[in-house]
């Protein structure tokens, strides 16, 4: 995270120990390590939901673009089984405009 050598260290615990004092050092240093930790696990939290955030927008556009996969599918099947029900009627029935008018003429008898 930061970039502390071993003389900065040395150098922070002098200027430390000669501002706050030899008695209340440990007390501030706990006090610092609690204050780093919370800060950490804040970090850390923002970090796991930024990354859930991301991780559900994909899943949404992934979800997005199935979709509309088979939407499309969905739309090749329609086409293609019209295409084969008007061929498997006019396959079956020809032409019924010509059967209708082939029907025999009734004769009427006066008697």
């Given at each position: 995270m930061?970039?502390i050598g071993f003389?900065?260290?040395?150098?922070?615990?002098?200027?430390?120990l000669?501002?706050?004092?030899p008695?209340?050092?440990p007390?501030a240093?706990?006090?610092?390590?609690l204050?780093?930790?919370k800060?950490k696990r804040?970090?850390?939290?923002?970090?796991?939901?930024v990354?859930?955030?991301?991780h559900?927008?994909?899943?949404m556009q992934?979800?997005?673009?199935?979709?509309?996969d088979?939407?499309?599918?969905?739309?090749?099947i329609q086409?293609?089984?019209?295409?084969?029900?008007?061929?498997?009627?006019?396959?079956?029935?020809?032409?019924t405009?010509?059967d209708?008018?082939?029907?025999?003429?009734?004769?009427?008898?006066?008697?």
């Open positions: 930061f970039d003389a900065e260290l040395v150098i922070i615990s002098v200027v430390a000669l501002v706050i004092g008695e209340r050092l007390g240093i706990r006090t610092g390590s204050w780093l930790s800060f804040g970090f850390n939290d923002i970090k796991r939901e990354q859930q955030e991301l559900n927008d994909g899943v992934e979800l997005r673009k199935t979709g509309e088979l939407k499309e599918q969905a739309n090749s086409h293609d089984v019209k295409k084969s029900a008007e061929s498997i009627v006019q396959s079956v029935a020809p032409d405009t010509t209708d008018k082939t029907e025999a003429p009734v004769e009427k008898n006066n008697a």
